[in-house]
């Protein structure tokens, strides 16, 4: 399979309607479904398994870029953020991210695979509980310095593992800062641009001048690939941020949760 040739864009592009949706359905940069998407892409074209895992995760955050910007407009319109727990999240959030890539370039594949794994199905389980918990609306004015050190812990370990934030954050503002679900999905896409551009800004310093990076890559963020699944995910992002303020149920914590299972033993090899 070529890097360039209208097979591998078709099938980034098909990949890009479903990280749009996600993403705007869910608050999230999508990441949980890029990352392995990108993996078997990267597979297939023979880079090397430690340079792939993080070309994945770099591509996915700047990807996430693009996408949460096009879903968080929509959430705006809707009433759905609140940004002032946005704006500190996502402040403390990028620094977080720099530190996260930064420790993701000294690391190996053996390691951050699982990671990514264990990452995933915690939220999985989190998304279970939670849809098993009665929302609340608690009050929106919450103390600076936890919103702060939770921005910051969700930077580094977003950036470290390559999905923007969003699957940590909605959990974080439904179940410790009782926030609605519709509010939190659109807060937590709100706050998801910056932390994923910043990391990604690290993961291309850090790739800078690389021997054996694919073609059309800037560190380890490939260019190609983010053009050909933004093209489509920030499309279809309004549409599932839509349909998420709409439709936004316990069936649908139970379904993403399932589908983040699914990635995580995929990534343990299962």
């Known amino acids: 399979m070529e890097l360039v040739s209208w097979s591998m864009v078709a099938i980034l592009m098909a990949v890009g309607i479903g990280v749009g949706f996600i993403s705007g359905l869910m608050g999230i940069a999508g990441g ?3 990352v392995p998407a990108l993996l078997k892409i990267e597979n297939v074209l023979g880079v090397a398994p430690d340079m792939a895992v993080k070309v994945a995760f770099g591509t996915s955050l700047l990807t996430g870029f693009f996408t949460s910007l096009s879903g968080t407009w929509q959430h705006h319109r809707e009433k759905n953020v609140c940004w002032r727990d946005a704006l500190s999240l996502s ?3 990028t620094v977080g991210a720099l530190c996260g890539s930064t420790l993701s370039a000294y690391l ?3 390691v951050l695979k699982p990671l990514f794994g264990v990452a ?3 939220v999985a389980v989190i998304l279970v509980f939670r849809s098993d918990s009665r929302e609340t609306a608690r009050s929106e004015r919450h103390p600076v310095g936890g919103i702060l ?3 910051t ?3 580094i370990l977003s950036a470290l593992v390559g999905i923007g934030g969003g699957v940590m954050l909605v959990p974080f503002l439904t179940l410790v800062l009782g926030y609605q679900p519709r509010r939190a999905v659109g807060t937590s896409g ?3 641009p910056l932390i994923a551009l910043f990391g990604a800004a690290g993961y291309v310093v850090h790739g800078w001048g690389l021997e054996g990076l694919m073609p059309y890559s800037v560190g380890y963020v490939n260019l190609f690939f983010v053009l050909c699944v933004s093209a489509t995910s920030m499309l279809v992002a309004p549409l599932g941020a839509k349909i998420g303020t709409r439709v936004h149920g316990k069936w649908l914590n139970r379904l993403f949760a399932m589908l983040l299972i699914f990635v995580a033993l995929k990534m343990f090899g299962f």
């Open 32 to 34: 949980v479904i890029l």
């Open 91 to 93: 402040f403390a959030g």
């Open 108 to 110: 190996t594949a053996a």
């Open 120 to 122: 995933v199905l915690a």
């Open 149 to 151: 050190l939770a921005g």
């Open 153 to 155: 812990m969700i930077g």
């Open 190 to 192: 709100a706050v998801i």
